[in-house]
């Protein structure tokens, strides 16, 4: 067995888990609404039962530690943390602030109720983020408090951005920037930020993201299966920008195949192979996600050396062939820390 860094599943939406092989929607928004009904169905009590199950299919390929961008209430952010424990998974909530558009179990009247809330569950011992939902669910007057009120407390702040070229077209529409300028306007960039997707983010928008120091979750299964596009990676690299993985919608679970799609973006973006190196990439894969949901200490993942995936791989390759070509399978979870 060869002990390294348990991987970071730093961007989870766990009950849409349910949605797996239905093949919902002709777009993202058509799937979206198909989410939206899904997600008014469930009870705190499936919740909590659901998300176990989840929560032990990212331990066992190799997830230690989860970011839950939580959505449903606080009831439901409290089953979630919950069943993160009896998973035995270490947990942030991402407690998302929603307080337009969506569905009414998503939103908050106000920032004050939503800081309310999230009060109370740093009260409770959760381990929480501030999240914003995004731009089209947090107008700017909210983004602005919402920043303020995470670098106050010195909190991890994430938000989803640029996924899709409507969403661009709206904030545009609306505050005449996109939307990575916008939470650059509003105080949401610093280094404790980390920006969902970033998918269609230009140049302009990159260089914000570096110059705050701020973090991108890549979630490439997710990106393709709801067909959001490929985040820049060659210029996100160039830029030095932090990188973390998500599972998102959990369409699949496996930590190393999101680090193998985003550096086959890479390589299919430039025609050159080796645009991410392999400890770059398992970086992202482990100590990025955690700085990113504000985790000092995760558990550790062990590799089966002896997997059949890896039989004949000499002792010096063996990191390049986890990544390029195994599967969550090889890995195992070791005591908790």
């Given at each position: 067995m060869l002990t390294i860094p348990g991987f970071v599943d730093a961007h989870c939406h766990a009950f849409q888990r349910a949605l797996r092989g239905r093949g919902l929607g002709a777009?993202?928004?058509?799937?979206?609404?198909?989410?939206?009904?899904?997600?008014?169905?469930?009870?705190?009590?499936?919740?909590?039962?659901?998300?176990?199950?989840?929560?032990?299919?990212?331990?066992?390929?190799?997830?230690?530690a989860v970011g839950?961008?939580?959505?449903?209430?606080?009831?439901?952010?409290?089953?979630?943390?919950e069943a993160a424990g009896e998973a035995g998974i270490a947990f942030t909530c991402l407690y998302a602030c929603y307080l337009r558009g969506g569905s009414p179990r998503f939103r908050q009247e106000s920032?004050?109720?939503?800081?309310?809330?999230?009060?109370?569950?740093?009260?409770?011992?959760?381990?929480?983020?501030?999240?914003?939902?995004?731009?089209?669910?947090?107008?700017?007057?909210?983004?602005?408090?919402?920043?303020?009120?995470a670098a106050e407390h010195e909190l991890p702040l994430h938000v989803h951005a640029d996924e899709q070229p409507r969403e661009l077209d709206e904030c545009v529409a609306e505050y005449g920037v996109r939307p990575i300028d916008l939470l650059a306007r509003e105080g949401c960039l610093g280094?404790?930020?980390?920006?969902?997707?970033?998918?269609?983010?230009?140049?302009?928008?990159?260089?914000?993201?570096?110059?705050?120091?701020?973090?991108i979750c890549v979630c490439p299964t997710t990106e393709a299966n709801l067909g959001d596009g490929f985040l820049p990676v060659a210029r996100v690299m160039h830029r030095g920008i932090g990188l973390c993985i998500g599972s998102d919608s959990n369409v699949r679970i496996d930590p190393l195949e999101e680090l193998r799609e985003l550096e086959g973006i890479g390589r299919r973006q430039t025609g050159t192979r080796g645009v991410?190196?392999?400890?770059?990439?398992?970086?992202?894969?482990?100590?990025?996600?955690?700085?990113?949901?504000?985790?000092?200490?995760?558990?550790?993942?062990?590799?089966?050396?002896?997997?059949?995936?890896?039989?004949?791989?000499e002792e010096g390759a063996v990191y390049e062939a986890l990544v390029f070509s195994c599967s969550g399978d090889v890995l195992r979870k070791t005591s908790d820390q």
């Open positions: 777009d993202f928004w058509a799937w979206r609404d198909e989410m939206i009904a899904l997600a008014e169905s469930l009870t705190v009590e499936e919740i909590r039962r659901e998300y176990v199950e989840v929560y032990r299919e990212l331990r066992a390929n190799g997830y230690t839950e961008f939580h959505y449903l209430g606080p009831a439901e952010a409290r089953a979630a943390a920032v004050a109720q939503y800081l309310g809330e999230l009060e109370e569950l740093r009260s409770a011992g959760v381990h929480v983020g501030v999240a914003p939902h995004s731009v089209r669910a947090c107008p700017a007057e909210a983004l602005r408090e919402l920043g303020r009120y280094e404790r930020t980390t920006v969902i997707h970033a998918t269609h983010a230009d140049g302009a928008e990159l260089d914000l993201l570096r110059d705050a120091g701020a973090r991410i190196p392999v400890d770059s990439l398992l970086r992202f894969g482990s100590t990025e996600g955690a700085a990113a949901i504000g985790l000092d200490a995760w558990p550790d993942a062990t590799v089966d050396l002896e997997h059949p995936q890896l039989r004949a791989v």
